[in-house]
């Protein structure tokens, strides 16, 4: 069986290693030199510091000068890095890889300097590799505890889609197959945003002791449809806002993903640069913050007002109160 390897070993992907690993597929998880402290961690006490689920014995750990080990007989690489990190981390493999039937990027984002989404990214940085985006609700405590999940997985290329799908389909790891990858790839970078301004109004609530119920659902409905039209405006089609890597992505990191907790400290009260960098400093990124630099950017570039999206920035980026995010519903 040709090897699986999950290059990057941060939370979201050690926990596709442990599902791979538990498959039963030949996986190998390679840890960077940024991902020291995650590495010595498992090697001591075989556990990922912020997952729960050990590391399957079947699962081969790589560190930093190990990368011609972790690539050999590959087959699939899984991207692990962020969106900000795509990048470099594909510069740091490229010459341990050797034509990969599939390149599956996870990172939920576009790239800071370009503003190009991860498939571009890689495609420049790997180039014959064919790009698989993966994308969809799927928390990394809850993939590597093996609780069910379903997620999207879009390319152009029909033969390294299959190859990668099947892969990571299992009875617990559902997987829907398109070619939407522009779609799939733009509601990864939405939905963090709308996610902070769902935060914002859970902490607005809380202040005021009220649950702002409504409101929130009105968020929900009104994000999803900004999102929906975006896509369609960049190329992809409208229906994919409102399946898993839409709608349901934007659904589970409101209930409680890193951008929904970062706005719910702004809603209470904090104040958002300082915020961010305390989440930072404890080795939480908030991609949402950036991403709606970006959200803003393709908006005015296509002439698109989404009015929910830009009072997130507003409020993260230009000083407006959390209150905003409630005016953007009127």
């Given at each position: 069986m040709a090897r699986v390897t999950v290059f990057g070993a941060g939370?979201?992907?050690t926990s596709l290693a442990i599902h791979l690993a538990r498959k039963g597929e030949d996986t190998a998880l390679w840890a960077s030199a940024f991902d020291a402290k995650a590495l010595d961690q498992m090697r001591s006490d075989g556990r990922h510091p912020a997952l729960s689920e050990p590391l399957?014995?079947?699962?081969?750990?790589?560190?930093?000068q190990d990368l011609a080990g972790a690539a050999e007989g590959l087959r699939i690489a899984v991207m692990g890095a962020s969106s900000g990190g795509a990048r470099s981390l594909a510069g740091l493999v490229a010459p341990a890889l050797d034509a990969p039937a599939a390149v599956v990027s996870i990172a939920k984002g576009l790239e800071p300097e370009t503003a190009k989404r991860m498939s571009e990214?890689?495609?420049?940085?790997?180039?014959?590799?064919?790009?698989?985006?993966?994308?969809?609700?799927?928390?990394?405590?809850e993939v590597a505890d093996g609780l069910l999940t379903?997620?999207?997985m879009a390319s152009a290329d029909a033969a390294a889609l299959s190859e990668a799908a099947g892969a990571f389909r299992s009875p617990a790891f559902l997987v829907d197959e398109t070619d939407d990858v522009a779609g799939v790839e733009i509601c990864g970078v939405a939905k963090n945003v709308a996610a902070i301004g769902a935060g914002i109004l859970e902490g607005l609530g809380q202040h005021r002791q009220q649950d702002l119920?409504?409101?929130r659902a009105a968020l929900f409905t009104r994000a999803v449809?900004?999102?929906?039209?975006?896509?369609?405006?960049?190329g992809g089609r409208r229906e994919t806002a409102f399946g898993l890597a839409g709608m349901g992505d934007l659904l589970v990191t409101s209930l409680g993903g890193r951008n929904r907790l970062y706005g719910e400290a702004i809603g209470l009260g904090a104040e958002p640069v300082t915020t961010l960098k305390d989440?930072?400093?404890r080795g939480l990124t908030v991609e949402g913050a950036d991403s709606a630099h970006d959200v803003r950017a393709l908006a005015e570039?296509?002439?698109?007002?989404?009015?929910?999206?830009?009072?997130?920035?507003?409020?993260?980026?230009?000083g407006a109160p959390p209150t905003d995010i409630l005016e953007a519903l009127r």
């Open positions: 939370a979201a992907g399957p014995a079947s699962l081969t750990l790589f560190g930093p990214v890689y495609a420049e940085a790997l180039p014959g590799a064919p790009v698989v985006a993966l994308s969809g609700p799927s928390l990394a405590p379903a997620v999207a119920k409504n409101p449809q900004e999102m929906a039209t975006l896509v369609e405006a960049l989440m930072m400093e570039r296509a002439g698109l007002d989404l009015p929910v999206h830009l009072a997130v920035h507003r409020v993260v980026h230009d």
